[in-house]
């Protein structure tokens, strides 16, 4: 069974304190790893796809990397904007391209 | 945002009762998903369809029926509500990279 696991649940940073969101995950065989923004109220924002170790993806102040074994959303100089909920999503194969989700860290940016 | 919308957006019943929820895209997505959110659990797949006609269950599908007369048009069925149904539901479809799409959620209470 696919398992994410993503950490912390909760991230408080100050303006322009960088961090990193973690998603450890335990899958058969990596098709994808997905990360996503929700802001409340609206559904999740696609952000970024992942397919194999070593690759990076960045948008704005957001970089993925991925590993074979986690993924890292690192935030550089965040601002308020970014406060979110961040997902990460899992892709084992198959046909029919089932996501499995973690359940997400809240991410607040104090001005 | 892919084209994707949810109807209703919001909506309150009654033990008992059956509910409808609509998911309508415009771009010919082959793959569509149903959600549901709930605090602690993240997004858990309740059905999902690959093609008119053609559906399946999710991991969480007990007490969920779905129906897909047409590609742009997949419906989510709940025969007899429950308080355990109230729940922000979504609906998603698939991108041409494995990614998925969300739409902006219908929040659902079962009084």
């Known amino acids: 069974e696919d398992q994410v696991t993503q950490s912390p649940e909760a991230l408080r940073l100050q303006e322009g304190e960088s961090s990193s969101l973690n998603c450890s995950y335990t899958?058969?065989?990596?098709?994808?790893l997905f990360w996503y923004r929700q802001d409340p109220g609206k559904g999740p924002e696609f952000l970024f796809t992942?397919?194999?170790a070593g690759e990076e993806k960045e948008k704005e102040r957001l970089k993925a990397t991925l590993t074979k074994k986690e993924s890292f959303l690192h935030i550089t100089a965040p601002k308020p904007e970014d406060s979110a909920t961040y997902l990460c999503?899992?892709?084992?194969?198959?046909?029919?391209?089932?996501?499995?989700f973690g359940k997400g860290t809240l991410l607040t940016v104090n001005p | 945002d892919a084209g994707i919308t949810q109807s209703p957006r919001h909506k309150v019943t009654e033990t008992g009762t059956p509910v409808t929820l609509r998911c309508h895209q415009t771009?010919?997505?082959?793959?569509m998903y149903w959600y549901r959110q709930d605090p602690g659990h993240g997004l858990r797949l309740i059905h999902y369809?690959?093609?008119?006609?053609?559906?399946d269950k999710g991991e969480v599908s007990d007490g969920y029926s779905v129906s897909r007369s047409k590609t742009e048009d997949f419906l989510l069925t709940l025969e007899s509500a429950t308080s355990s149904q109230t729940s922000v539901y979504f609906c998603?479809?698939?991108?041409?990279?494995?990614?998925?799409?969300f739409g902006p959620g219908t929040r659902l209470t079962v009084l």
């Open positions: 999503a899992v892709d084992s194969g198959g046909s029919n391209y089932k996501l499995t």
């Open positions: 899958v058969s065989g990596l098709r994808g």
């Open positions: 992942l397919y194999s």
């Open positions: 771009e010919n997505h082959r793959y």
């Open positions: 369809s690959y093609g008119v006609k053609d559906t």
């Open positions: 998603a479809v698939e991108g041409a990279g494995n990614e998925q799409f």
